[in-house]
Every structure is written in structure tokens, then in C-alpha cells.
């Protein structure tokens, strides 16, 4: 059946034809109304359906049909070449180097020769580069003549791999085969392009012509969108499409020669539509340029088979029979190379132009001058040739070319094409024989040997006979460079040195079988008669027709000017050659020229790469200007609130500027001169800045400026630093010295004036800075002589014969620097009563022995001295006794150091209770031994007792114990100080006898017991046993978060690894892996990362998913409170990978600004298009001009700024600009999405990332949205000290929460966008809401100054709020613990607030906790602080019979040093908590002490008072020093193997 088939077939062809036609008209895109009334079957541009058995034979894009099977060096794709075969560029050189000059053996035309280039251009092209790109360079030799002058030797010229079929090349029995670009029939693609497309571009659409350009001569310039290939003209490096011609042969402008028979092609289509249209006057132009187009490619056939093809083989074809459907015509790569390197050697160096009278015209040169002849070598893609500029210089070529004969054919090849043939890549030139060469071994050609053993031609035996009449020399170097291995010779090589006179054997059948099977196997051909398209008499004329006529007719020449057969020249026919040209007659060519292509771009790459470095320090400067302008407005609005408090200027004072020292900015001042002799400056503010004591007989010196402007004055005071003053003018500065000469006189102080320059009188001046080094060593050496200290630590005075160093000498210190350098303001009564008992001589000033006398007693005296010394500084009326009043003030000159904490009735009442616990409660003065019974109890700390100095170093202070004060309650003692004492048996004397004896037993009691003495023994740990229990712990107390942050880790360096090893070895093959493999991977491995980060990243900012999923099962798992924490560490993370995807690209964007185009175009084929035009992009393209790089430029800008100003140290300063600067999110995600969605490299890829998170934000956002417009009205606002504002506001409906939690607010007064978290200070069961909100910034200032009522008006409404919320952290998770301790420092202790209040609350509902005992830490810098805190903690005290809070107060305001002020306030402490059991300073049953809390120590004890506790909650919250030290000593306490302290932390 099926063979009956067959043979039906066969029979019956016009089947065949039928069936062309149906798919014709189906597939055929030219379509529409013309084609249907054509009577015939339209060929297709692209070659498909010729053979409807095998569609694709033929067509564009079709592989190359070997004849003889491949040689490649692996048998399947991979190219021979050295050492086994030689290199190309010697090859070409041994074998086909040779002088120019010798004609043809044939007389063969130079037209001829071109012609076959035409007609190759229609049948094949191999020249596109293939993807991934694969490269065969060829390495020149050292010291190459043409292409290494340097003799560098390391010159590579490119040569890229021509494109192949991706389903061949697989195993040895599937080898590589080359696809044809072009179709493989004789259909005049060259002349109308390999697709309808390229066509279409073509047409005119009008008359069925060929469009044409402004001269109807020729067509219209080159442009997209045909693919033209356009490179730069090798001799003057012009480019672009200006100049160039649209033809169907995508390189049919690579010469003028080439050019010329496009041209004439062209014409000869136009003419044939005129010729028709006159002819048939109503056809469209469909019908006209179908019927033309069909006429011109049986001229063009028919020319090509019977008239060019004879002549050059000197063979004539057998005679056409019929189509033979089986035959396959596909172009082989044997072919291609034997035919296009036969023509090499005939190209001659010039070519000749003459008219229609025989005249041989001088052409023009540029830089030249006239020539015989155009020079091959410098007329490649030349633009705009001054000797081809009209129709007429045109037909002188043509008319040239068939007058002039070639070169002799043989294997030389003149210097045009192999020296000078137009460059790859960044070199200009390039040698046309070596890439032949290569072109074969990239097609897998075989050897000579095989070729002819395949084709049925004899063998060569040896070298010798492969042809007789070449040069032996050539012979010898050829078979040299093969090793004498003529089995080695390549088929190149090979047929070009058996060619002479004609082409040899092996070039003259590959060449004839090709031909005949494209004749006999095309069914447009023009002879089939079964097709349609011609009738017999067509055939018949079309068979007559020359390429003469065709040039005749296109040129209107006389015919007797041209010999019949245009490609043969004989003796006799017209218009003979002058002469055969040679390299002498022509101008030379223009040399190799190498294009860097990042030549001139390296500064350019630079500043870019440094720009965008310094985005991050442009965002720091922009947070910088407006954290000063917030500054600024919070400046503004702390000084309106002084302004009620100003004080009114002086009206004595002189306005100045006071000069501070060399480097430092002048500042306004006001000069006062007071009635009870003190000079006084004071600021703008009217703060005293400085006041200086007159006293006779002082002598005042005052040195005046004497040039520029007399404006400077020097008022020098002996034991004092100088004042230097500058004044608006001379007159002003007069007039205050006239008021100082007065006052000096009223008091009879000495003033002594002089003058000199102002230069010398700032040289001259002591500023304060060198009086603080002066001091400084006074100090040294002060406490040297007390300590016995070796005077070369103390430090030295240099001596010389300066003034101011004699000043040094003689040191004293006044009132207000002896007050400073006690850390102490010189008004304050300590300072005056210490002053005046200091100063001995009554003049004003301590000198060194005066200070050094007060300080040994401090230093190194006995309890009995230091209270001796104290007792002496309150005796104000030195009669010996120390009464009531003066008791009073000494306790009031202590109180001083905490702001007055207490009213004079608190105070009276702590005076009568010492008095009272002492026994003198009816004596009205106290002796020195009665004052020292009084401090009985506080021997040590009396002994510990010194002066504490500003300026002195470390090494000068004694090496004593810091103290511990905490309290224990214990059950039958009362709360007693604890600190680190001395063993009874140890203990020191307390003094004299008398002292003994009025102490009576309370002298010998033991001093109390440690609240860190340990219970049990503790098992001793060596270093790294502690250090290994602490990784224990720490990993116990972080396992969530360690677990947490290693599968997300993980997950980030999966992808990051799984996208690198795609792109480095899976990826498709487009060469990028090879071309940048360090910036790929890095570029693709991190974007997958960073798109995973920014995406998941939104998760941690769902507040209410967070907050209701840890109170499920997952919060066991996930450390939901560690949420903040998480996203500033992806956050961190993403950066820098964000940093190293940048970098990644930087190293992308070079290699691809040096990388030549068509490897860009196998990266990146939807971006570039490989034309030939050379140059890459050049590196401000990537970054500027596409949008990968614009949005990647825009993301590094906008996370430089959300980065900046989300740091805390701006954030402190301007949250608002945090709180704006973050909401460029949004635009980060958008930038996101555009920079992944334009798919350079791959399809993109973020949207998996970011869909679930992105959906999941939304709902959050939605939910907060849904509470956030609701308006909630404040019920109750109070302004309470130290900037605190409390708000009080309703309770939404609904609203559910637990104590610890937060919410964020915004002010409707303040803007409805800009929200604030603060921590909810009321209690779950509370019916309102309550916040308290510390003023620190702006926008809390402004909220505190709305909230102010104006006095009398109760009936003001407050603003409103929008409420959000509430969000849980882990300060909620207090009742999990049976023990927990809760620190807070500062404003940090809101949380807490809420928290005690709920846990009074439910220990007095009777309701069953967890928690047995809760530790509260409070740390202040004073009591005032909080005092809405005290009220708290005093209503918990209240309200907790079962003892479940304990209470600590830290004031650290009094500095936590033995100083005399801070130990006689600890011992009133102390006897007001034992006598009243509440603090002194708050009123409170709870603890208070001074300094700061020493965690470690607190904690040690925890577990000892509760040994069988395993886990204990810390939770912190303040500023981020407090919490860091917390955490430290959590760390520090868990390497023992006892209670496990967890810590959770907030920081403000």
C-alpha cells in the first residue's frame, strides 16, 4: 500500500504541485486579494515547503548537508588546531603568500569573481556567531610583519564560532553541523532578503518596485528594523547605517565591488515592474512585484548556471530533465569553504572604473590623492565613497569590473585579503586566509586525504604530487609546517595548492555536485516546466538571456562596449585593461588599528563606583542637617518654656564678646561690675558663667589692643585665668574701661594699663584651658605628697622665664574652682563651709599647703579625724558645740546634692529622729563626742571616706572595696545596710578610750550579715568548664532564636548556593557563566538571598499576627518577642548582601564594557543584536540607560537613606524623619519589582518570594487600619514632673490586653500619619487607658505643651487620639516565672508600672499565679523623676500583704564614691529607713540607694535565696547601657550551675 502510494505519486507530480499551492496560500504570508488572482505558486522568501516531502530543505535556518563526515577533534563538536595542525596565521603565510600581479590563467573577469561572492551571499552564510559563544582564536607568531610590530607576542586575533544547530553536536554519530542564516536555493535572497519581513522592508508597495532612497537609483539606507550588518569602515572607523544600502544580503555592503551587483539587481527588479506596468496596466502591486521578482530570479538562475558557473569551472553542467523531489540540495560546508576560498585568489589588489567609451578613470584617495584604481583593502564598508556617489559611477564599475581580468588562479592570495581583511572584535584587520582556516576546522571539514577518498578522487601519494606547478618552496614550507604528514593536510590548504589556472579536482566537483543538486532538486526552478511559472517561450527567452544584457539594459550602454561573455575578457574584445595592477600602483593600505573599548571610560567607572559608595554619606549628611534642624526646633521649644523663668538683664551690665582661647569661637557675655566687689559674667540666658572676687590690696592689670580697631582687652587678676574681651568699637571698649577705673577707686583696688598689639595680647593671655593643665598638675603633685607618689608620674612643671609659668608656681585655687573640681556648684553650703575652714589666710583662695592639709585627713586620717573635720565645718560660731540649727544646716548642705529632695519639715523630723535614736533628744548642742556616738554604726564607711577630685587618674585612688547595698528582710531582723565589712575578729579601733566607752556594746556589734554569703558550698570551676556552662546557658536561654536564625540563615544560603551553581554549571548555555563567572554568581546567588530577606522581612512587621500567634503553641517555638531584633538583623544582613549584589554587578558591567557584541548578544539576545558594529555599551549604559541599572542606582539610594536614618543615633534625634524615611518601603518594593521584572538574565523571580508575605502585611495593615481612624478622646491629661505627661483616654470597645504591652498613638493635633509606640502603664482591669510619655523630642514636646490646659480653663476639650494596638513584647511574660526580676531605667519603667499594679490586683482577688515573688529594680537619676512612679509603688505597698514585691531605688544622681556629702546622706538614709522604715528621699517602704545597681552581685544572691528556683525572668527595659549590662550579668551568673536567669529586654 504504501508503495502504491509512492509510485501514485510519482506518477501523478501535478499532485505535488496542488498540494505546494493549498500550503502556499495557507502559509504563505504575502496573502491578501493580489496573491489570490496570481496563477501560479509564490515562493517563499524563507525557503520552506520547496520539497513538500522534507519542508525544511533549504530553508533559513536549515543545517549544512556535509558531504564527507566531520573531523573534529572528540568526533562531536570540539575544533582541531595546535599543536596537532599548525597555526593558521603560519599556514596562510607559508602557503599563500605572493606577490600581486599576475593574471588570470583563463581570463577570467573581476566581475566574475564578484559575482560568485553574490551568488554565495544568496546560497549561504555562516558568518553569525553562535551562542553560547565558543572562541578559536588565532595567536599571531612573535614579530608578525602586519599584526605584532612590537614583537610582544601575545597578540590574539579573535575568531567566534559560527552559530550551530542545538540538536546536533550531541555524540560521534550526531556531530556538530553549522545552520545556513540564509536559504539554500538560487531564489535571489540576496536580492530580496531570507524572510517576508526583510522583503516587506524592501517593497515600496507602490508599482511592485523595490523601494528606493532620494536617488530612484539606488535603494533607501540601511535602517532598522532590518538587520543589517553594519561595522565600522576598518580605514577611517566610520559608522552606523549612513552610507549603506537595504538589500537582501545581510553583508551586501562589505565592498563597492559587492555593492555594485546588489545595485544592479536592484535596478534590473524596477525595471521589470516599469516593463510590466506599462505592460499590464491594471495590476496591483502585489501582481506586478510577483511577477517581477519572478523574472529576475530565472534571469539570475539561469546566468548562474549556464553563463558564470562554465567559466568558472570551465565544466558545462549536464542538461536539466526534470525536479527530483528525493535529492536533497542542502548546502555543504565543503562547498562553502572550496568555493569561497577559490575566489580569494582570484581578487585582485585594485579595481578598475571606465565608461562607456573605454575610458579608464583615476579614482580619489582620501589622504591619497588620484589612483588608477579603487584599493580593495580600503574600500571594506567604506560609507559614502566619493568615487561611487551616482548612478553613473556605478555603471563605471560594473563597467570596469568586465573589463578587468583577476588575479591568477593559484594559492596565493594578494595582501588586501590576507593581511587587510576587515577586523573582529577590537582589532581592524585581520588575515582572511587564517580565518578560513579556522572557519573549517569550526565546521569539522575533513582533511584533503579523506575529501578525495570520499569522493571517488585519486589520492596523492606525497606532496610532490599534489601539483606540479607550485612553487616548491611553498610545497616545503607548507609540508613542514604538517610535520611531512600529508595525511594531516586540511582540505583549505589542500585545494587551494592542487588549483592552477582552474580549480583542482577536489574545488571543481564539490563545486559542480552542489549546483547540479540545487538545480535539479529546486522546484521554483525556472526550467521546470510542471510548476507553472513560465511557459516554454519564457524558458526559451530567459535561457537566452547574459548577464550582458542585464547590464545593458540596467545601464543603457552601447552593447558593442561589453564582450558577449562578461566573465571571460578575449583578445579582441572591447575595452581592454591598461595593465595588470599591482600593490605599486595603488595607494597602501591603511594598517591594523586596535580599539580599547574601555579607553577613556576608567576615570568616568571610577567617579561612578565612588558615587554610588558615597550614597550612604549623602544620606548621612542629609540626616545630619535635619537632625541639626530638629535640634534647632527642640532648642526653640525648651527655650519658650524658660521664658517664663528668664530673668531681666542687669542694668549696669556691659555687653562683650568674651575670647575663650586660640581655636575656639567667641560667644556674647555680659560684664557685671556688683557693689559687694565681685566681677560677674554671665551668659545670654543671664547664667553665671564666672564671678571673680575683688579684695584690696589686689592690683588689677588690664592690657589694652593697640591696632585692628582697639577692640581687645586683657583683664589680668592675680590667681585667676584672664579675661579677654572683645568690643563692637574703641568707644565701647573706653567707656567700660572709664566704669572699671571707677570701680577700682571706690574700692581701692590698683589697676595698672598698658597696651600692646592684639596678637601679643592673646599670646599673652592664660585662657581657662591652660589654667585646667595648670591645675592639673597641681593636683598631680597634691596627691603625689599625700600618696608619696614618685614625682614622674605626678607629672612636671616645665620651667622657663614665662610669666605664666611663674603664675604656676604660686597656684591657688579660688571658690569656684575648688567647687568644680568637686564636682559641686560654688554657691552650695558644703562648698562654703569646706572653703572657709580650708582657707586659713582668710584671702580668698586655697593655697597648695591649704588644700594639702584638708586632704590628708581625708585621705589617710582616722574615722575620729574625718568627723573632727566635719564637726569643725558646721561649728559655725566656733564655740565648740554643734547645736540644733547648725546640725539643721549641715543636713541641709547634704540634702543639696539631690536637688532639696526634701521640704525643712521632712528635714526637721530627720534631725529630731537622729537626735531621738541617739539619746540627745533634750539637748540642744552636741559635743564633738556626742556628734561622733551619733555615726556609731557607720565606722567603715567614715574610714572609706575621701575627697573625691576631678582630674586626678586612677592610679592616685586607694585601693578599696566598692560596697553592696542591698537590703534582705529576713524574718525576725529589720532591714539593715548590708556591705562588705570586716570579720568581728578583724575588726579595727574605733578610737580613743572615751570613744569605747560611750559606744558601749553597740561598738562590738558584728557587722551584718552578707546578703551574698553563700548558703551552700559551691562547686570551684575551672576557666573553660565556666566558659562551656555559659555556652550552655546561653544556648538554653536563646535555643528559639538560634534555631530561628539558623534555618533562616540556611534557607538564604541555600538559595544563594542553589542560584550560583545554576548560573555557573545548569544554566542554559549563553556563555555568561564564561564571560563573568565571579560577578554572576555572586549578582545571582545574592539577589536570591536579598529577594528572600526583603520579602520575609514583612513578617516581622505584622504586629498583630505577632502579637496573637505568641499566644499559641508557637510561641514554644518561635521568639515572637525577638521580632524587632529580627528585622534589624535582616535588615543588617540584606545590606550587606545587597552590598556584595552591587559589587557582583560591578564586575558585570566592566567585563561587559570590554566584551565585544556578539558574545553580548548570546547573553543577552532580547537586548542586543549582534550588527557588526563592534563596540559594547559602554559602562554608563548599564547603569544609567536600562532599568535594572536605573532601579539598582535608586535602591542603593533609597536604602542608604531608610539605613541612615533608621540608626539609633538618629533615631533619637529625629524620629520623625525615622518614621517618614522607613515609609520608603513602598518604594523600595516597586523598585524591587521592576528591577527583577525586566529579565536581562532570567525570568523573573521575586514575585515567589514576595506574593505570601506581601499578602499576609496587607491583612495586618488592614486590621490596624480598621482601629486606627477610630477617635478616642482623652479623658484626663496632667503635666507631671520632669517632662512626663500623663494621658488618660478611653477605652475602646473591645480592646483586650495584658499588662506590659504597647501600644502606638498619633495626636489628631499632630498629624494623623505619624504614629508613636509607648507602653501602656494602666492595668488590665482598669476601665481607661493611661500612658505616661516623657518629653524628649519634638514631637513629645508638642504633645505635652497641647495637653497643658490654660490655669482656670476646666472646661477645654483635649485633641483626640488614633489608638493602634495592642502589640505584645516579652515583658508580658513575667508571670511564667516563680521568680522574676524586672529592671527599668528612665522613662522604661512604664512597662512595669503596669505590671505591679496587675499583680496587686490579682494577689488581692486571690487568684492562682505562677509567680511567687517578684524583684523590682528602679534606676533614676533622681527620685523628682518619676514621682507618678513613687505614687505607683506606694499603692502597691499598700495593697501587697502577701510580700510579693520587693522594691529597690537606685538614685544615681549621687555619684557612687566616698565622698563626705554621699556617706553622711547614706547614714541619714539609713537611720530614717531603720527609725521610720521609708526612705528618706521617697517616702517609701522601699529600699533606695546610691549609685548603680551591681547586677551580677543581686543576682548571685537571687540564688541563694531561692536555691530551688531553676529559672528565673529577668526582664529590662531603658537605655540600651542599663540593658547591656543586665544581659551581662545574666551571662556571667549562668556559667554556675545553679538558677538559670532568662533574660528579655526592651531598649528606648
Not at 605664666?804 to 554657691?827: D, H, I, M, N, Y
Not at 515583658?1371 to 512604664?1390: A, D, M, N, R, Y
Request: proline share 6%; charged share 20%.
Amino acid at each position: 500500500m504504501q508503495r502504491g502510494g509512492v509510485n501514485m505519486l510519482r506518477a501523478r507530480p501535478e499532485v505535488l504541485v496542488l498540494l505546494g499551492v493549498l500550503l502556499t496560500l495557507l502559509l504563505d504570508p504575502t496573502g491578501g486579494q493580489d496573491s489570490l488572482s496570481l496563477t501560479w505558486e509564490v515562493q517563499r522568501y524563507d525557503g520552506w515547503f520547496n520539497n513538500l516531502r522534507h519542508h525544511e530543505r533549504g530553508a533559513a535556518g536549515s543545517r549544512l548537508q556535509r558531504l564527507v563526515p566531520a573531523n573534529y577533534a572528540d568526533g562531536v563538536y570540539q575544533a582541531l588546531g595546535e599543536p596537532l595542525l599548525p597555526n593558521p596565521r603560519r599556514l596562510s603565510n607559508a602557503t599563500t603568500q605572493g606577490r600581486a600581479g599576475r593574471p588570470s590563467g583563463r581570463n577570467r573577469t573581476v566581475l566574475g569573481v564578484f559575482f560568485g561572492y553574490h551568488v554565495l551571499s544568496d546560497l549561504v552564510s555562516v558568518e553569525k556567531s553562535g551562542c553560547p559563544a565558543e572562541f578559536l582564536n588565532i595567536h599571531i607568531p612573535p614579530g608578525d610583519p602586519v599584526f605584532d610590530r612590537d614583537r610582544s607576542g601575545d597578540v590574539v586575533l579573535p575568531f567566534q564560532r559560527s552559530r550551530w544547530d542545538p540538536e546536533t553536536g550531541q555524540s560521534p554519530s550526531n556531530p556538530r553541523d553549522l545552520t545556513n542564516e540564509v536559504t539554500g536555493w538560487l531564489d535571489g535572497s540576496a536580492i530580496y532578503g531570507s524572510s517576508h519581513s526583510w522583503s516587506d522592508e524592501l517593497r515600496s508597495f507602490s508599482g511592485g518596485q523595490l523601494a528606493s532612497g532620494p536617488d530612484p537609483a539606488f535603494p533607501r539606507a540601511a535602517q532598522a528594523p532590518l538587520l543589517m550588518w553594519t561595522p565600522p569602515d576598518p580605514t577611517t572607523g566610520r559608522r552606523g547605517p549612513r552610507g549603506l544600502y537595504a538589500f537582501g544580503a545581510e553583508r551586501g555592503n562589505r565592498e563597492p565591488f559587492l555593492q555594485a551587483l546588489g545595485l544592479l539587481w536592484f535596478r534590473y527588479h524596477n525595471l521589470w515592474a516599469q516593463r510590466l506596468a506599462r505592460r499590464h496596466p491594471l495590476w496591483g502591486d502585489e501582481e506586478l512585484f510577483q511577477h517581477a521578482r519572478k523574472r529576475v530570479i530565472a534571469t539570475y538562475q539561469n546566468i548562474a548556471m549556464y553563463e558564470w558557473l562554465p567559466s568558472f569551472l570551465q565544466q558545462t553542467p549536464p542538461n536539466y530533465t526534470e525536479y527530483r523531489p528525493f535529492l536533497d540540495p542542502s548546502i555543504s560546508p565543503e562547498f562553502l569553504a572550496a568555493s569561497e576560498q577559490f575566489f580569494s585568489t582570484m581578487v585582485p589588489p585594485g579595481v578598475y572604473m571606465r565608461n562607456a567609451s573605454c575610458h579608464f578613470q583615476m579614482v580619489l584617495n582620501e589622504g591619497f590623492g588620484s589612483s588608477p584604481a579603487l584599493r580593495v583593502c580600503n574600500s571594506y564598508w567604506i560609507r559614502e565613497n566619493p568615487n561611487l556617489n551616482s548612478a553613473q559611477a556605478v555603471n563605471q564599475l560594473l563597467l570596469g569590473m568586465a573589463s578587468q581580468i583577476s588575479e591568477l588562479e593559484d594559492s596565493t592570495v594578494v595582501e588586501d585579503l590576507r593581511d587587510y581583511w576587515p577586523g573582529p572584535g577590537k582589532f581592524s584587520r585581520t588575515d582572511y586566509v587564517a580565518s578560513s582556516i579556522q572557519r573549517g576546522r569550526d565546521m569539522g571539514l575533513p582533511s584533503y586525504s579523506q575529501a578525495l577518498q570520499a569522493l571517488g578522487l585519486t589520492t596523492p601519494r606525497n606532496w610532490s604530487d599534489l601539483n606540479p606547478k607550485v612553487d616548491p618552496q611553498v610545497l616545503e614550507a607548507t609540508a613542514t609546517l604538517y610535520n611531512q604528514d600529508l595525511s594531516r593536510l586540511e582540505l583549505l590548504p589542500g585545494g587551494l595548492l592542487e588549483s592552477h589556472g582552474d580549480p583542482g579536482p577536489l574545488f571543481s566537483t564539490i563545486v559542480l555536485d552542489q549546483f547540479v543538486r540545487l538545480r535539479d532538486g529546486d522546484r521554483y526552478w525556472f526550467e521546470n516546466s510542471r510548476n507553472g511559472l513560465f511557459s516554454p517561450e519564457e524558458i526559451a527567452e530567459i535561457r537566452s538571456t547574459t548577464l550582458r544584457d542585464v547590464l545593458v539594459a540596467v545601464t543603457n550602454v552601447d552593447p558593442d562596449t561589453l564582450q558577449p561573455n562578461v566573465f571571460i575578457w578575449q583578445n579582441g574584445a572591447p575595452c581592454p585593461q591598461p595593465r595588470q595592477l599591482t600593490i605599486k600602483d595603488l595607494p597602501p593600505c591603511v594598517p591594523l588599528t586596535e580599539i580599547h573599548y574601555f579607553e577613556g571610560s576608567g576615570p568616568g567607572f571610577g567617579i561612578t563606583i565612588v558615587a554610588l559608595c558615597c550614597l550612604p554619606l549623602v544620606s548621612l549628611l542629609i540626616s545630619g542637617v535635619v537632625a541639626y534642624f530638629r535640634g534647632r526646633e527642640r532648642k526653640k521649644l525648651q527655650r519658650k518654656r524658660k521664658e517664663s523663668v528668664k530673668k531681666e538683664p542687669a542694668s549696669d551690665g556691659v555687653s562683650a564678646m568674651e575670647w575663650p582661647g586660640p581655636r575656639e569661637r567667641s560667644y556674647p557675655v555680659t560684664i557685671q561690675l556688683l557693689p559687694d566687689q565681685r566681677l560677674q559674667v554671665v551668659d545670654r540666658r543671664l547664667s553665671v558663667l564666672r564671678t571673680i572676687q575683688l579684695q584690696p590690696p589686689q592690683k588689677v592689670n588690664l592690657i589694652l589692643s593697640s591696632n585692628r580697631g582697639c577692640r581687645a582687652l586683657l583683664l589680668k587678676i592675680p590667681k585667676e585665668y584672664d579675661l579677654v574681651l572683645l568690643f563692637n568699637s574703641q568707644e565701647e571698649r573706653g567707656a567700660f574701661v572709664q566704669h572699671l577705673r571707677g570701680f577700682c577707686e571706690n574700692w581701692a583696688l590698683g589697676l595698672d594699663v598698658a597696651e600692646m598689639k592684639e596678637y601679643e595680647l592673646f599670646r599673652k593671655a592664660v585662657t581657662k584651658e591652660q589654667r585646667e593643665r595648670i591645675l592639673e598638675v597641681f593636683f598631680r603633685h597634691l596627691f603625689a605628697q599625700v600618696l608619696d607618689i614618685n614625682q614622674v608620674d605626678a607629672g612636671t612643671l616645665l620651667l622657663d622665664s614665662s610669666q605664666k609659668v611663674r603664675e604656676a608656681l604660686t597656684c591657688e585655687l579660688s571658690r569656684a574652682e575648688f567647687a568644680e573640681s568637686l564636682g559641686l556648684k560654688p554657691q552650695d553650703m558644703f562648698v562654703e563651709s569646706m572653703f572657709s575652714l580650708a582657707d586659713k589666710d582668710g584671702n580668698g583662695y586655697l593655697s597648695f599647703r591649704e588644700f594639702l592639709d584638708v586632704l590628708v585627713v581625708f585621705m589617710k586620717g582616722s574615722p575620729e579625724d574625718k568627723s573632727r573635720l566635719m564637726f569643725t565645718m558646721y561649728d559655725l560660731d566656733g564655740n565648740g558645740f554643734l547645736s540644733k540649727d547648725e546640725f539643721f544646716t549641715m543636713m541641709r548642705s547634704f540634702i543639696e546634692i539631690s536637688n532639696n529632695c526634701l521640704t525643712k519639715a521632712q528635714l526637721a523630723e530627720v534631725v529630731e529622729s537622729m537626735f531621738q535614736e541617739s539619746g540627745f533628744q533634750d539637748k540642744q548642742e552636741l559635743t564633738w563626742e556626742d556628734f561622733h556616738f551619733m555615726l556609731r554604726d557607720h565606722d567603715s564607711e567614715l574610714r572609706r571616706t575621701q575627697l573625691c577630685v576631678r582630674g586626678v587618674g586612677d592610679i592616685f585612688k586607694p585601693n578599696i572595696s566598692s560596697r553592696v547595698s542591698f537590703i534582705t528582710r529576713t524574718s525576725g531582723e529589720r532591714s539593715c545596710p548590708q556591705g562588705v565589712g570586716f570579720p568581728a575578729s578583724k575588726a579595727p579601733e574605733l578610737g580613743g578610750p572615751e570613744l569605747k566607752k560611750r559606744f558601749g556594746k553597740k561598738a562590738g556589734v558584728p557587722p551584718p550579715r552578707l546578703y551574698t554569703e553563700a548558703l551552700q558550698e559551691k562547686m570551684q570551676r575551672g576557666f573553660l568548664a565556666q566558659k562551656l556552662q555559659q555556652y550552655k546557658r546561653f544556648v538554653e536561654n536563646y535555643r528559639r532564636h538560634i534555631v530561628c536564625v539558623a534555618v533562616f540563615s540556611a534557607i538564604c544560603a541555600g538559595l544563594f548556593v542553589e542560584r550560583a551553581y545554576y548560573y555557573a554549571f545548569a544554566s542554559p548555555p549563553s556563555g555568561i557563566a564564561q564571560t563573568t563567572f565571579v560577578g554572576i554568581i555572586l549578582s545571582r546567588g545574592t539577589a536570591a538571598s536579598v529577594s528572600f530577606m526583603f520579602s520575609y522581612i514583612l513578617l516581622t512587621m505584622c504586629r498583630n499576627l505577632i502579637t496573637f500567634l505568641r499566644e499559641t503553641f508557637l510561641n514554644h517555638y518561635v521568639p515572637f518577642d525577638a521580632a524587632v531584633d529580627f528585622h534589624r538583623w535582616i535588615a543588617m544582613a540584606a545590606v550587606v548582601l545587597a552590598i556584595l549584589h552591587s559589587a557582583g554587578h560591578v564586575v558585570n558591567v566592566y567585563i561587559f564594557s570590554v566584551s565585544p557584541l556578539s558574545l553580548l548578544a548570546c547573553i543577552f539576545p532580547s537586548v542586543f543584536v549582534n550588527d557588526g558594529s563592534k563596540l559594547p555599551q559602554k559602562f554608563y549604559w548599564w547603569f544609567f540607560q536600562t532599568v535594572p541599572g536605573m532601579t539598582g542606582v535608586l535602591l542603593l539610594l533609597v536604602l542608604a537613606i531608610m539605613y541612615v536614618f533608621a540608626s539609633h543615633h538618629f533615631r533619637r534625634r529625629s524620629f520623625r524623619g525615622f518614621w517618614l524615611t522607613h515609609h520608603l518601603y513602598i518604594l523600595l518594593y516597586v523598585l524591587l519589582i521592576i528591577h527583577g521584572s525586566f529579565a536581562l538574565i532570567q525570568l523573573p523571580r521575586f514575585h515567589i518570594y514576595f506574593l505570601v508575605p506581601a499578602l499576609i502585611y496587607m491583612g495586618d495593615k488592614l486590621v490596624s487600619l480598621s482601629r486606627k481612624k477610630v477617635e478616642i478622646g482623652v479623658v484626663k491629661a496632667q503635666l507631671l514632673p520632669s517632662g512626663v505627661t500623663h494621658l488618660e483616654f478611653q477605652r475602646p470597645q473591645g480592646f483586650e490586653y495584658k499588662s506590659g504591652q504597647w501600644v502606638r498613638i498619633a495626636c489628631l493635633a499632630l498629624g494623623t500619619n505619624e504614629y508613636h509606640p509607648f507602653t501602656l502603664t494602666s492595668a488590665p482591669h482598669e476601665e481607661t487607658l493611661s500612658l505616661h510619655i516623657r518629653a524628649v523630642g519634638p514631637w513629645t514636646t508638642r504633645l505635652r505643651e497641647i495637653y497643658s490646659l490654660p490655669t482656670g480653663d476646666s472646661s477645654a476639650k483635649y485633641p483626640k487620639l488614633y489608638l493602634d494596638g495592642p502589640f505584645g513584647e516579652g515583658h508580658q511574660e513575667w508571670h511564667k516565672f516563680e521568680v522574676s526580676v524586672l529592671v527599668g531605667g528612665g522613662i522604661g519603667v512604664t512597662p512595669f508600672a503596669s505590671i505591679l499594679k496587675d499583680l496587686v490586683f490579682k494577689s488581692s482577688l486571690g487568684s492562682q499565679m505562677l509567680c511567687k515573688k517578684i524583684y523590682f529594680i528602679w534606676v533614676t537619676r533622681t527620685q523628682r523623676q518619676f514621682e507618678w512612679l513613687a505614687d505607683i509603688i506606694r499603692e502597691v505597698e499598700e495593697n501587697d500583704c502577701q510580700d510579693l514585691v520587693s522594691v529597690h531605688i537606685y538614685i544615681t544622681q549621687l555619684a557612687e564614691k566616698f565622698d563626705l556629702r554621699t556617706t553622711m546622706l547614706y547614714i541619714c538614709e539609713r537611720h530614717f529607713q531603720k527609725v521610720l522604715n521609708r526612705s528618706l528621699f521617697t517616702g517609701l517602704r522601699s529600699i533606695t540607694h546610691f549609685g548603680r545597681p551591681p547586677f551580677e552581685r543581686f543576682f548571685s544572691s537571687l540564688q541563694e535565696v531561692h536555691p530551688k528556683v531553676r529559672k528565673i525572668g529577668v526582664f529590662s527595659c531603658g537605655p540600651p547601657g542599663m540593658t547591656k549590662n543586665v544581659e551581662k550579668a545574666c551571662q556571667l551568673i549562668n556559667q554556675q550551675d545553679q538558677a538559670h536567669f532568662v533574660h528579655h529586654y526592651e531598649n528606648f
